[in-house]
């Protein structure tokens, strides 16, 4: 796998991606499987356990704001369990490298909601 | 208790649409109230001839609100609070629900929290609250309240929010505390920070460099530093990302 250097930190922009519930717990074991079966490029891994505390930040941000992600849902007419996942572009490379993700999380980060 | 005074504000038709809120009006809502919409303690009164016009009299514990009618009725509009009589009885009532909290309430029942101590919420400051129904209303110390009384009720208020229930959700690297059944008051768990850390390190995640992320009247986030500051990042609401032991040195607004 090839990887991309490294940006410095406060350059990076996250880009939200609009997820379901099945989208991210499919990212989620994808990025999970491959990081348990290796071998990943030390780099790669760190950017696919960025995705992993993002998922989970992703969740967080739920709890305590609330109101403005419920106003997208509400003019989008999207369900209740789309929520913005916030991925840098290394991120989203790393996850869009591995092999194992299921196309429907694929088409979830490159389209439909994203652009 | 930085939300609109009024409650949500109306949709954009209702922005568009104009209307004035009058005395008459404010004092036809005042005559409506049922004891139900208040406070045993409180005690109305409105008088004539001020000079400036009717005077509304609020009187609680000790502690005496004076308000002209005619205030009131342009803080109603500018509100936009709906000029129906069932709108104007509903702003009122709201005005009402915010009214100062009288010295001895606060000594009695306030809890300590964050809250921002400046209009433009950049600086977090610890705040004695209490809670009226399901509001929560800051007490800002009356004018014949001595310093050794402050004093006295905020280290009640903290020993009070020491007491607060309060729920610790894990989401992976993000802790998220709640106090449990009182919503707004979740920030009253950092008066224990070091509390919150042993209860994160009893389910398995001990951080090393603890950071808190706090809005005040939402659920407190708790993670290491880079995390904490990915979750606060793009946050459209105010909040502030401290280090957990930052906290005990904020100060009181």
Redo the contacts between chains.
Sequence with gaps: MTVPPAAEPDQVV?VPHWLTAVDREEVERAVTAALGVGPVHPVAAIHLGDV??????A???E???P??VARVRLATGWGADVVPV?LSALELASVLSLPGLAPVARAALTGGRST | MSETLFGAPAGLFARLDRTEVRVPDVRAALARLTPADLDPELRLDVFEGTGAGPMLVLEEAGRRTRVLLAELATQLTRSRVASTPEGITAGVVAWLARRPVPDEVAAATGIALLDWSDPRQTVLGWRVAVTRSALVVPWRPSRTASLPLVHQVRSAALGRAAAVDATLRMAGPVGLCTATGAPGLDTTVLVRPEALLQEMADRGLRLRDAHVVVTPGRPVACAEGPVARRLAAEATEACATLPWRAVADLGWV
């Excluded at chain 1, 992993?52 to 930040?57: I, S």
């Design positions: 996250l992993l505390t993002e998922l989970h930040v969740a967080a941000r709890v305590v704001w109101a403005p916030r």
